[in-house]
T-cell receptor, first 111, second 113 residues
């Protein structure tokens, strides 16, 4: 089974600054999908951004962007202009058929 | 996403009872995933189903746990003879085709007393 590793259990960032969350994965597949989900204190899982492995261009969604390095099996999330509402757990996910998650990174945005 | 319905939101069971957790994905979504989350931990994969078929149940304990996604009706995660260690939040996610993201329900928090 594929594995997803998030090596940063906790991160913090000052409001309006930029932070990068790391994610690596292990797979022998060539076609797959990668996602970042956010889980605020409400515990609702919210999709932040997605990336198809066959696309070389890095996905962006407003203040959120990814650095997808397929050869290195790396998929980091960059949050620009951090806002207090970005405080949450962030989970990286890999999907081919089933979908596996990393252990998560707790991000705190400080005023 | 409010479109994926899980019920009940909270479920309390005594040790030895059965727990039934329901998940109704969005209309037209025929793929469902179930996850278990302990406090301060990530989502642990349990089972992946497509209508009437179990595709991958490698994350589900072989005893006491079962899952189904019938042709009609919601997906059901059933836990028989619950124990205190089953207390957790259980999330389901549903999706349509391969090139679509999965949408999560709000979870069911199971407490075994």
């Amino acid at each position: 089974a594929q594995t997803v590793t998030q090596s940063q259990p906790e991160m913090s960032v000052q409001e309006a600054e930029t932070v990068t969350l790391s994610c690596t994965y292990d797979t022998s597949e060539s076609n797959y999908y990668l996602f970042w989900y956010k889980q605020p204190p409400s515990r609702q899982m919210i999709l932040v951004i997605r990336q198809e492995a066959y696309k070389q261009q890095n996905a962006t969604e407003n203040r959120f962007s990814v650095n997808f390095q397929k050869a290195a099996k790396s998929f980091s999330l960059k949050i620009s202009d951090s806002q207090l509402g970005d405080t949450a757990m962030y989970f990286c996910a890999f999907r081919n058929n089933d979908m596996r998650f990393g252990a998560g990174t707790r991000l705190t945005v400080k005023p | 996403n409010a479109g994926v319905m899980q019920n009940p939101r909270h479920l309390v069971r005594r040790r030895g009872q059965e727990a039934r957790l329901r998940c109704s994905p969005m209309k037209g979504h025929s793929h469902v995933y179930w996850y278990r989350q302990l406090p301060e931990e990530g989502l642990k994969f349990m089972v992946y189903l497509q209508k009437e078929n179990i595709i991958d149940e490698s994350g589900m304990p072989k005893e006491r746990f079962s899952a189904e996604f019938p042709k009609e009706g919601p997906s059901i995660l059933r836990i028989q003879q619950v124990v205190r260690g089953d207390s957790a939040a259980y999330f389901c996610a549903g999706r349509g085709g391969m090139n679509t993201e999965a949408f999560f329900g709000q979870g069911t928090r199971l407490t075994v007393v």
